[in-house]
């Protein structure tokens, strides 16, 4: 796991969740020893769509994560 990247990741979140996008975030990592890439899974608010919270995500995470790991699971 590059801690770095992790570190970033999880700033621009947490970023989301003070903003109201975002209620929690799960960021994972995969992939073989040494290659591990970043797979993020978030929760929106109620007051905000899948679709409106994928695109707020994706913006906010490009060049860090790539956009198709990057899921919305939901309120």
Known sequence: MDLIKHEAIADKLEEGK?????SDYLVAWHGPSGHLEPNVTVW????????????????RLTGVVEAQDIAVAGV
């Open 44 to 59: 929106r608010t109620i007051e905000r769509s899948d679709e409106e919270v994928l695109r707020y995500v994706v913006e």
């Open 18 to 22: 003070l903003a109201g996008w975002l």
